[in-house]
Every structure is written in structure tokens, then in C-alpha cells.
């Protein structure tokens, strides 16, 4: 059965929405299974380059239809501005976009709760999208739904429960001020007739265009370690970015997948805290930086930059299933001398035989690195795999290897084009 999930293998920001945007040229649907607009999936078309975080990567293949599954947290008002974003681009996204009924609201007092929260001792660096606040009342059931928003009184009678105890929350706690609660009513009944036309039962839309072999595509957002039960806990995302969560995040049955596409980036960033094993605070970090451009596409916060973590890999392979592995922004290791990859954590002087999801042991780890021999000519104007450099061949076959993945595209550029298939 044809689902393809295409999903940040590492800890976010792989490189997603570009191979989505590529890939989708085959597909004739893709659906986001989960997160919010914590994500910013950058797709660039000759020398336009979009942004995109909440509406899926497929929007720029008219004949794709997109869809929001009920995995993911929508803010209407950063969907409304999303969606006019692309029509002033003349991008047509009426008729085009599905949004689920099941999908769960951002609310504001959710992005007030996620700043206080991260001015506390108990900051991990988040988006400050609201997304913790808002898994967390979904998980409470106490959240507020897209279907609810097409009943007046329900929208209000929830909404009213919702801000009071919210309001003991903020004034109690946090020593804030009170949300006005007729306010955020006014402005959420707005998205009612705004949202109404793209609102559907994407579960059943799913299975219909499934049931007529129809190619779709699960995108994920965020990394596998981000994920809130298999990534590196506490610094992680509140949803499921793993290959599982596409099922849950679209109401599709597992055995509707066919492959798991893992994206990596052929060295590590990661935004936020949490531990990086391989990070580089010293010049070669800065110059992956600068060479990257490694500064956050929805906060514009520099990334943390180190080398590839096989070990890493090898774990997020094991969750995922990957069954074919992509490697991103290889042009970004052009021109160094020596290009490394950790194979092996070292704890207390005794190898470590499986990546530690544990932050006190991650923060103890000696990563064990393999040495390579850089690349001088650079691989962005490569066409074909078998034109890369020798010692660039050499780098890729290893980090395949050491990740247990088969790799099937490596990446040479963010335009559509800088993409390379391997023989097979
Ligand atoms: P996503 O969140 O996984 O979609 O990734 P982001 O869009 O946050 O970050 C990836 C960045 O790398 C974007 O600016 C892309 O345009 C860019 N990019 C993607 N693939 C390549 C590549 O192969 N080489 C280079 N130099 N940039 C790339
Ligand atoms: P894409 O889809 C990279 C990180 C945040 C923080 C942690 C929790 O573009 O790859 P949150 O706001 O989700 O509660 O923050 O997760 N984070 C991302 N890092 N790429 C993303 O999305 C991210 N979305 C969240 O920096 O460390
Ligand atoms: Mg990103």
C-alpha cells in the first residue's frame, strides 16, 4: 500500500520540506501528521523560497492535495496568515486543502503558558508556539477541537471552562494577567466561516483515496529525537515525530505504509537545549554554521552544529524502520580538510552498545570518531551520484553503513534539482 512517511530522522530541520516538495511531484496527497507551527519546512523553487508551518510541503504541486491530519496542533490565525501567504504568491490552496475535524486548537493563552514556562527553571528552549500547552490539555481532554469550532455555543461553553481555569493558572501561578474571555471568543468564532470549506474526516478521505491506489505522503515535522517518548526527555517536542506517529497523527493503519524515508543532514544541528554529543563549540562548529546557514527557520536562533552521530542514527533507524535514507546539505562539508563521524559512545571508559536516551548519560558520553578525507571539488554542481568526489563517495558509503540504512538520495543544494538518486 502506498504511503511514503518522510520524517526528520535526526533533531529536526533535516531538510524535510525540501525532499517533500521533491517527492511530492509523484504523490497526490500529502498529509502533516503532527506538531504545529514549531515547524518551518523551507521549500525553494528557482530562486523563490517559501517557508512553510503548518501547511504541508506539497503545496506547490497543484495537482497534490494537502492535508492536516488530526495529530497536529493548529493556530488558526498562523494558518490564516500561511494560507493568504501563499494565494498573494499565486499558490492555490482553496479546494486543495483537507484539515481535519479531530485536529486540536492553539490557543493564545497556550503561547502565553509556553513563554512563562520557559522564563522557569524548567526551560528546555522551545518554540514558544504553544505546543506543549496545547498536547497537554488535548492529553487532559480538555482541548478544543476544529469541529468546535463550527458550533457557536459549543466553541463558547468550552472556551469559558477552558480560560477560567486558565486564569487561576496565570493569576495564581505565574502572577500574570487574566485572559479576557469574550475577547478569544470574538476572534475564534471569526475562523469559523474562514476554516469551515477545508474542514473534513481526513481519516476517511485517507482511506477512500488509498482504497483507489492513490500515492500519498506522511510528512512529518520536528526529529526522531525530539519525540516525546523516544527522543532525548526532557528536550523534546510534545508529539510523536517517529515513523508510529504518522499513524496515529492521520488515523491510517500500519499496514498502509510501504516506506520510511528518513532525512539527515550528513553532519547534526539541533535548536533548543538537550544534549549533542558531537557538538562542536569551536571554529569548525562555526564554520558548519555559516556554510549551513544554520539559523532556525521559525525563530531565526542559530542552530548547534556538530559532527554526522552514526550512533544517533543507528537508534533513530531502529525506531523509525527506515527503509531509505536521504542525506541532506552534503555541499556544506565541501572544502574541509578532514571530515569526522562518530561510530561509538565511550561512558566511564566502557562502549556504550546502543544510543542512551537518557540526558545524565548523553551529557557523560565520549563520542569515538572516524576520520575522512575532505573533498576539495565542490559538489553542488553535481548531477548524477557517480560525479561526486571520490572521498565524498567514500563518506557516504561509511555513514550508510555505520547508520544501517540503505541510502537512496543525497542532497547538493536546496533547489529541487541539486538531488541526486543513487544507481540502483
Ligand atoms: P526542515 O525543517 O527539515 O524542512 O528543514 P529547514 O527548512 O528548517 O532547514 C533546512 C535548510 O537547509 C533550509 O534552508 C533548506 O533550504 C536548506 N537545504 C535543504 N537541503 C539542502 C542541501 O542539500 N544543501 C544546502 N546547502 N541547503 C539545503
Ligand atoms: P522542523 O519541523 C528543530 C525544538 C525546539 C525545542 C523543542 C521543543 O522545522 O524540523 P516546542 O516548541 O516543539 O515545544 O520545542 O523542539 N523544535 C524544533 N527543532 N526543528 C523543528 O521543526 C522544531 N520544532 C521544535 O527548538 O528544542
Ligand atoms: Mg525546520
Known sequence: MPVQ????????????GKVVDMLAEQADVVARYQGGANAGHTVCIGDKQYVLHLLPSGMFHESCTCVIGNGVVIDPAALMGEIAQLEAAGIRVKGRLLISHNAHLIMPYHKQLD??????????????????????????????RIVDLLDRDTLARKLKANIEEKNQILTKVHGATKI??????TEYQE???????????????????????????????QGALLDVDHGT????TSSNPTSGGACTGLGIPPTAVSEVIGVAKAYCTRVGDGPVPTELNDATGTRLREAGH??????????????????????????NGISRLVVTKLDVLDGFDEVRMCTG?????????????????????????????????????????????????????????????PLWLVSVGPRRDQSLFLPS
Open 5 to 16: 512517511i518522510i520524517l526528520g530522522a535526526q533533531w529536526g530541520d533535516e531538510g524535510k
Open 115 to 144: 513563554v512563562i514556562r520557559e522564563q522557569t527553571s524548567a526551560r528546555i528552549g522551545t518554540t514558544g508556539r504553544g505546543i506543549g500547552p496545547a498536547y497537554i490539555d488535548k492529553f487532559m481532554r480538555a482541548g478544543i
Open 180 to 185: 479576557d474571555v469574550d475577547a478569544i471568543i
Open 191 to 221: 475562523f469559523d466561516q474562514k476554516i469551515d470549506e477545508y474542514i473534513t474526516d481526513t481519516s476517511l478521505y485517507l482511506f477512500q483515496v488509498l482504497r483507489d491506489g492513490k500515492r500519498v505522503i506522511a510528512e512529518g515535522a
Open 233 to 236: 526527555y526532557p528536550f523534546v
Open 294 to 319: 544554520e539559523f532556525g527557520a521559525t525563530t531565526g536562533r542559530p542552530r548547534r552544529c556538530g559532527w554526522y552521530d552514526a550512533v544517533a542514527m543507528q537508534y533513530s533507524t531502529r525506531i
Open 345 to 405: 559512545y565511550e561512558v566511564a571508559g566502557k562502549r556504550l552498545r546502543s544510543f542512551p536516551t537518557d540526558v545524565r548519560t548523553l551529557d557523560q558520553v565520549r563520542p569515538l570518531y572516524e576520520s575522512f578525507e575532505g573533498w576539495k571539488t565542490p559538489v553542488t554542481g553535481a548531477t548524477a551520484y557517480e560525479e561526486l568526489p571520490r572521498q565524498a563517495k567514500t563518506y557516504l558509503t561509511a555513514l550508510a553503513r555505520y547508520t544501517g540504512a
